[in-house]
């Protein structure tokens, strides 16, 4: 408790003064605020100075206040030159924790160094070095160099006493606090003495009455959705059907369902309702009641009462050390109360408790996970889906046609590049120059007709010998002829099928010679039935049925994907990758008129119908096996 001192004001140059402020400041425990007014006064008197301040400099903005001074009309009037010297100097004496001393200007405007104003700031320190120090500044009259150092070495042993009476306070706190929890340890104590809730709810309720110097104490527990006085002090066996437990039991639900402590009579700063406390007051009283919350995981579950005679209220003090005894004694009382309760009650608090963990508000990300992965775990064992053997594939050409070059010569004219449609029969890709075999073919239907005018001549004459050399060497022209023109009519090269041509980029070529036989183009083949062939892995290639279905998806058209079946297997598999595949030959359904040969993609092959489960734990399955086996 704070006390208050009165203290006699000092004037300058009266050390016996000073001296006896200095001396009861050393035993002050009342206020900071009158502590720091006392020191200001005495330290003033101590060192003679005019004027004195205490200046304290905050860290959260930089601005300085007077906390105390001497006299006070410094702080009430307006404030002297020297005070705004001392709050700008303030900060940097509190940092470096360093006096300081500052030359003042004299009255007649001059300032004089040898002797004259000075104003001196000090630190004074405090007992947690963590807390910004205070400064104290004080005006010096007349003083010199020698004078202003003797001064700071007076005021640094006086600020000493600003730490020590930090310390006392801090000290009288602690010795107050543990008076004040001596109560309900002890308490505690003599509630764990006993192992039934019996006992122990009644042990509470003496040594509250006892310790509290109350005339009655009564504990209440919550019993499903009713609250239930279960001990009293002194009272062995209690009576629910008489007016004084029924009001009792109303004033306890009232504090239970505002779960804050109620008391009557009350403050006019209170905000609790205590209707129903009054009314049991004033019916068995006058009397003080005050009704103070157990909590379990922070939910109310009981009420402990006290009650005073009107005269003897209830302090702060006094709720404080019975709410600690609350907080202490709550779980050991309800774990008994839940121990000695017979088993169909304790089943059901359990089975409440999982039904609230499970359906309450706590832990909502972790419920809806739980939800979340046995919804899932159902779906998987209930639910069937599709099995897919998954592989690549590579559109196949259809029939392919190489139109080479019919006889050494050269290119007269290109008219088709790669990738043009062609028709059969109708589209010409290339011309060769043919104008040598067109005289050459010229000169043998000369050479034929000179043939004949001699066979005929030959007739005429009647030489048979004749007649047959030269029919021998008409013949031979004739054949020469027909050689050539065949030759002159393929010197044109016509598509001999309706397709795409894949290869033949000859244009550049132009003008060059050919060889007989040297490929010149390349068509495929536009039928309709183009084939697929599917890479599929070795490990999945038992799945497959005979006539397996499936779809394929080409990246440049993942929105349209094309149907297929599988035809054949090759029974041999190759390495692709480093892996071995089996190639599947698939008949494509519909193939659309985008698809060119040579496309790839993915495949998918509907193997079944399988649960989930054991369509997402195969791979992870038959790995294992094969690890375990090995």
Not at 435 to 447: F, I, K, P, T
Not at 455 to 460: E, N, P
Not at 517 to 539: M, Y
């Amino acid at each position: 408790m704070a006390h208050e001192h009165t203290m006699t004001a000092s004037t300058p140059g009266q050390p016996a003064t000073a001296g006896a402020l200095l001396e009861e400041l050393a035993r002050f425990d009342g206020p900071m605020p009158e502590f720091l007014a006392s020191l200001v006064e005495a330290q003033r008197a101590l060192v003679g100075a005019r004027e004195a301040v205490i200046l304290f400099a905050r860290v959260e903005d930089g601005s300085v206040d007077a906390v105390a001074a001497s006299p006070t009309s410094i702080v009430e009037g307006e404030a002297p030159d020297w005070l705004a010297r001392a709050a700008a100097a303030c900060p940097g004496v509190a940092k470096r924790q360093q006096a300081e001393t500052l030359v003042l200007q004299s009255s007649d405007g001059l300032y004089d160094e040898e002797r004259g104003r000075r104003l001196v700031l000090t630190p004074i320190s405090r007992s947690n070095p963590h807390d910004a120090p205070f400064v104290g500044a004080f005006v010096l009259d007349r003083a010199t160099n020698d004078g202003a150092a003797a001064a700071i070495g007076q005021l640094a042993l006086t600020a000493l006493l600003a730490p020590a009476y930090e310390a006392r306070a801090g000290a009288a706190a602690h010795i107050d606090f543990a008076a004040r929890l001596r109560a309900p340890i002890e308490t505690l104590g003599s509630v764990n003495a006993h192992d039934r809730f019996g006992a122990a709810a009644m042990a509470l309720c003496d040594e509250v009455m006892a310790r509290y110097k109350c005339d009655r104490a009564s504990l209440a527990l919550l019993r499903g959705a009713t609250l239930k006085l279960e001990a009293m002090s002194h009272t062995e066996r209690i009576v629910r059907k008489t007016n004084m437990v029924q009001q009792l039991e109303a004033a306890m639900e009232e504090c239970l369902d505002q779960d804050v402590e109620t008391a009557h009579p009350a403050t006019s700063q209170a905000t609790f309702i205590n209707r129903a406390a009054r009314e049991y007051a004033m019916a068995h009283g006058p009397r003080c009641l005050l009704s103070l919350p157990l909590r379990r995981d922070g939910q109310a579950v009981g009420v402990l009462t006290v009650e005073r005679s009107i005269d003897e209220p209830f302090y702060l003090e006094d709720v404080e050390s019975l709410r600690l005894c609350c907080d202490l004694l709550a779980p050991r009382l309800l774990e008994l109360h839940d121990r000695d309760a017979w088993f169909g009650a304790r089943a059901a608090r359990r089975g409440r408790k999982l039904l609230a963990n499970v359906w309450g508000a706590e832990h909502t990300w972790i419920k809806l996970a739980a939800v979340l992965t046995s919804a899932l775990l159902l779906f998987s064992i209930f639910v069937h889906g599709t099995r897919y053997v998954r592989a690549p594939f590579t559109i196949a050409p259809g029939a392919v046609r190489i139109i080479p070059a019919p006889f050494d010569g050269r290119l007269a004219r290109v008219s088709v590049d790669i990738g043009d449609r062609t028709q059969a029969d109708q589209t010409v890709l290339a011309e060769l120059d043919a104008s040598d075999l067109r005289l050459e073919l010229a000169a043998q239907q000369a050479e034929l007709t000179t043939h004949q005018r001699a066979l005929a001549a030959a007739q005429r004459e009647g030489d048979a010998v004749l007649g047959q050399i030269e029919t021998a060497r008409a013949d031979q022209s004739r054949a020469r002829i027909a050689l050539l023109e065949h030759r002159i009519e393929s010197a044109t090269l016509l598509a001999p099928i309706d397709g795409v041509v894949a290869a033949g980029d000859l244009k550049s070529r132009v003008g060059a010679p050919v060889q007989a036989g040297e490929t010149l183009f390349e068509i495929v083949s536009n039928e309709d039935n183009r084939e697929a062939r599917l890479q599929i892995p070795e490990s999945r290639v038992a799945e497959l049925p005979a006539g397996a279905a499936g779809q394929l998806v080409i990246p440049a058209y993942p929105d349209q994907p094309v149907a297929f079946t599988i035809e054949h297997i090759d029974p041999v598999a190759r390495v692709v990758g480093g892996h071995n595949v089996f190639t599947a030959r698939a008949q494509l359904e519909t193939p659309p008129d985008w698809l060119r040969p040579g496309m790839e993609g993915a495949a998918r092959i509907n193997v079944g119908r399988a649960r989930y489960i054991q369509l997402w734990t195969k791979p992870i399955l038959d790995w294992l096996r094969l690890r375990l086996w090995l």
